[in-house]
């Protein structure tokens, strides 16, 4: 079935860079995008989300890009710092219902 | 304000005996839902409540798992028989309301099962 995938499956940025984690989905009917982070040995926390009228939202430190034409989402963290070590998922929302589907999820790994 | 509470943190049993988990969301919520994350996966929906009615529950395994919500409050999902791939954390989320966009899933910390 349709799925939300990310490209890479672990990243390792050093501190104070800058972090982009990608992701593709399929569903040409979500129009609802999620990030969240989880940390070991706890549940997933949300980031940021974007509705599929946008192309950019801004948070603090962190911003979220939807391509529409190619069905991709990124999530841009800024001056990466050792706290952001954590995985992170992308998600839909499917049929407006608050349905979500995750994708697999990237490993962010922040080097001294 | 009170995340989603869950209960047990950690539970170790035995393949075919039963275990049940325990969820209250936030306040005022009245979507609750029932992930299923496997090590190294993203979570997967097992089921969806709206106050106390189920809106998908298309993906639970149901001859081995339910839940309930009688009183459209607190939740409980169980597992009888459990087998060795039930083994992941069920993640508890909660919702104002299930429908799009402003209305933000918070998660619970979760319960960590594993089956022996």
């Known amino acids: 079935g349709e799925s939300v995938g990310l490209h890479l499956p672990t990243l390792s940025v050093q501190e104070g860079d800058n972090s982009i984690i990608n992701c593709a989905y399929s569903?040409?009917?979500?129009?609802?995008f999620i990030w969240y982070k989880q940390e070991s040995g706890k549940g997933p926390q949300f980031i940021i989300d974007i509705r599929s009228n946008m192309d950019k939202r801004q948070g603090q430190r962190v911003t979220v890009l939807l391509n529409k034409t190619v069905k991709h989402l990124s999530l841009q963290i800024a001056a990466t710092q050792p706290g952001d070590s954590a995985v992170y998922f992308c998600a839909e929302n499917i049929f407006g219902w608050g349905k979500l589907q995750f994708g697999a999820g990237t490993q962010v790994v922040v080097t001294p | 304000e009170a995340g989603v509470a869950q209960s047990p943190r950690y539970k170790i049993i035995e393949k075919r005996q039963s275990v049940a988990f325990w969820c209250n969301p936030i306040s005022g919520h009245a979507t609750l839902y029932w992930y299923q994350q496997i090590l190294g996966q993203g979570p997967k929906l097992l089921i969806q409540?709206?106050?106390?009615?189920?809106?998908?529950d298309s993906q639970l395994p149901k001859d081995r798992f339910s839940a309930e919500r009688l009183k459209g409050v607190d939740s409980t999902l169980k597992i009888q028989p459990a087998k060795l791939e039930d083994s992941a954390v069920y993640l508890c989320?909660?919702?104002?309301?299930?429908?799009?966009?402003?209305?933000?899933?918070?998660f619970g910390e979760g319960s960590w099962l594993t089956v022996v």
């Open positions: 989320a909660s919702s104002i309301q299930g429908s799009l966009s402003g209305n933000t899933i918070y």
């Open positions: 569903n040409s009917a979500s129009d609802y």
């Open positions: 409540f709206q106050n106390n009615g189920v809106v998908d």
